[in-house]
């Protein structure tokens, strides 16, 4: 049944029989019945304002699940203005097979749901964990064509295995596109390690970067973007502890939504 406007339901409450109605119950003779109590703003069609409204996000999962069937793709190279790279690279994995690629993959859905829910517009850097690619260069370009107000690209390292912890790797300045944005690139990178270590207990990495964060001038992702867009390394695949946690949806969930809190953060500064 379609609702009339509050300003009818209001006139129906002073004077219920111009509205076909007989007043009932307590009213004296010469008193007119008090007004209904005001409908709720999301009844009465207001939209309930969202933190992340209006805000655009790109999340970059790592590689893709099917690179390793075309290394002549995968393997083309490059230029990331600084050196010359491979399009793209196949990812790390578990000791028991777990993909690089597959963890990314879901955590980034899991933050793309978690983000959408906030009122940010996300756009993914792929669609599908079967495919190839893209290049290094066209998810940077990605980013820039959305004009997000802040990109993430998602992964997770293959380093020895008495590693452990997590980083997150930002731009520097490199003569080149992504010179204005490295100053706001820093302070997202800061905003999700806050995040990121608060959210998952994971420590901060033991072997490399201070006090997880490091800086590089070599990928594509981050030299080509003219958004602010880091990197997080979300820990260490091939270290047996931090491999069986990733292997856990719950603890993907944990990760994704401690993703969201450090995006949030940053976009609400």
């Known amino acids: 049944m379609r609702a009339f406007p509050a300003s009818v339901l209001a006139i129906c409450g002073l004077i219920a029989t111009g509205c076909g109605g007989a007043v009932t119950g307590g009213a004296s ?19 309930t304002a969202k933190p992340l409204d209006g805000k655009v996000v790109v999340i970059d999962p790592g590689h893709n699940g099917g690179n ?24 790390t994995e578990t000791t028991g097979g777990y993909t690089e690629a597959a963890f990314t993959w879901d955590v980034s859905n899991r933050l793309v749901k978690l983000l959408e829910s906030r009122g940010a517009k996300v ?17 940077a370009a990605i980013g820039n064509k959305a004009k997000a107000d802040a990109a993430l690209s998602v992964h997770a390292d293959g380093a020895p ?22 100053g706001k690139s820093s302070k997202l990178g800061v905003a999700v390690r806050d995040s990121f270590r608060k959210g998952t207990g994971l420590p901060y990495s033991t072997y490399i970067g ?28 091939k270290n047996p502890a931090e491999a069986a946690k990733f292997q856990d949806p719950k603890f993907r969930q944990r990760i994704a939504l401690a993703l969201a809190d450090g995006l949030q953060h940053y976009l609400e500064a």
């Not at 490059?78 to 990812?91: E, F, I, R």
């Not at 001038?217 to 695949?237: R, Y």
Request: hydrophobic share 35%; proline share 11%.
């Open 29 to 47: 003779a010469g008193r007119a019945a008090e007004p209904a109590p005001a409908p709720p703003a999301q009844a009465a069609g207001v939209a």
């Open 68 to 91: 390793y069937k075309n290394p002549a793709a995968v393997n083309r190279k490059v230029n990331v203005l600084t050196k010359w790279k491979p399009c793209d690279t196949t990812g």
């Open 123 to 139: 756009t993914l850097t792929r669609s599908s964990n079967t495919g190839v690619g893209p290049c290094i260069t066209e998810r």
């Open 161 to 182: 295995p008495a590693g452990h912890g997590f980083h997150v790797i930002m731009p520097k300045k490199i003569n080149g596109p992504v010179d204005p944005v490295v």
């Open 210 to 237: 201070s006090k997880a964060l490091d800086y590089r001038s070599d990928l594509g992702g981050l030299n080509l973007s003219t958004v602010p867009k880091v990197f997080v390394e979300c820990g260490n695949m």
